[in-house]
């Protein structure tokens, strides 16, 4: 058993399946003896088995509990915000055994924190070295034609690209006699479109290549080049990567999540805020690394049969986690799978079904 304390200094105590004393059923709930005062008299906790919430009706005791296994989403959020020290200054603990539980070991569950994986050295040097360069990266957007005509093709405005950090790495940066010895792990990110990602585990890189990519090609003709010609992976990330968002304590109360790196800087060239728009840079999301603050995802992710199936999956995950999803994905037509897509062709009207759902939200 943990106890941890939410932002509203609310005591959760997450339990396991296992610490339950002679748990019976009863209808939508689980009947079982308080290990958390200790009473053997009556079962007088009782836990809604669909969303793993419980409560102790002695009133000295007065429990609020959370059974892990039933809601291992939101299980994980809580306790992962309690320690990064982002929901409240209080620190979790495990309680003093009472009487009761003292016959019993606690069980502290294990399966909720694996251990980090070890980061291969050579992504460790990677992410070192494009850290190190962030700001030269930086400059050289504004700098190089050729990564401004890029974003210009794609209808991102420098000034939006530049707000958000993103950067390029010109074969020229990595000529200089000081970056020797970097130049080996950075090779496969050179001539690249690089934006930075967050994540609870750090900050990380994921870089869009402009191999071959010519004024006045089209989106669509240089990704079948990459295809086509062998050429480099079009998305490269380093280890940790993250979401392209903003730090997580400023997230909005509502927050819209969209595939690609573009598809946000689609949208935050449209006018959204960037504190509302995080890129999920694929279909995975960390629901855990969510702040407690967010209390609606607004999913809307690329039309094609990967991203309706991602946002099945996810608005369930989000639902689990306590959040209120809306779905809202382009538009069924011919004009294209993601919101930079369409960008391009439409302009500002492809973004309507946007600002429509957030108006209601
Ligand atoms: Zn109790």
Redesign the pocket.
């Known amino acids: 058993m943990i106890t941890i304390s939410t932002q509203q200094g609310k005591q959760v105590e997450i339990v396991l399946e296992s610490e339950l004393h002679s748990p019976i059923q009863a209808g939508e709930h689980v009947r079982a003896y308080?290990h958390?005062?200790g009473?053997d008299h009556q079962r007088?906790?009782s836990i809604k088995k669909s969303s793993g919430w419980g409560h102790?009706f002695?009133a000295a005791?007065?429990?609020t509990v959370l059974v892990a296994e039933w809601n291992r989403p939101l299980a994980t959020r809580l306790l992962h915000f309690n320690y990064q020290g982002l929901t409240s200054p209080a620190r979790p603990s495990l309680r003093p055994s009472t009487s009761e539980s003292r016959k019993r070991p606690h069980i502290v569950q294990p399966l909720l924190f694996p251990p980090p994986k070890e980061i291969p050295q050579w992504q460790q040097e990677e992410l070192r070295a494009l850290r190190s360069l962030d700001e030269q990266m930086r400059q050289a957007l504004v700098q190089s034609q050729r990564a401004r005509l890029y974003l210009r093709s794609r209808g991102i405005p420098l000034r939006v690209a530049r707000e958000t950090g993103v950067g390029y790495l010109p074969p020229e940066l990595l000529n200089g006699a000081e970056m020797r010895k970097q130049r080996g792990v950075l090779r496969r990110w050179v001539d690249r479109i690089i934006f930075p990602l967050n994540s609870p585990d750090g900050m990380g890189s994921i870089g869009r290549s402009l191999w071959h990519w010519q004024p006045g090609m089209s989106e669509a003709a240089h990704k079948s080049l990459l295809e086509r010609e062998n050429g480099p992976k079009r998305w490269i990330k380093t280890n940790p990567a993250g979401w392209f968002g903003a730090d997580v304590e400023h997230f909005s109360h509502t927050i819209l999540f969209v595939e690609g790196a573009f598809d946000r800087l689609t949208l935050l060239a449209a006018g959204l805020p960037a504190t509302d728009v995080i890129a999920l840079v694929g279909t995975t999301m960390q629901i855990e690394w969510l702040p407690a603050q967010v209390k609606t995802a607004v999913l809307a992710l690329d039309g094609d049969d990967g991203g309706r199936e991602a946002s099945r999956r996810l608005a369930n995950q989000l639902a689990l986690a306590g959040l209120h999803v809306q779905i809202c994905p382009p538009a069924p037509d011919t004009w294209g799978k993601d919101w930079n897509e369409r960008w391009q062709q439409l302009g500002r009207r492809s973004i309507s079904p946007v600002f429509e759902v957030l108006s209601g939200a």
């Open positions: 308080c958390i005062h009473s007088s906790l102790c002695n005791c007065d429990a």
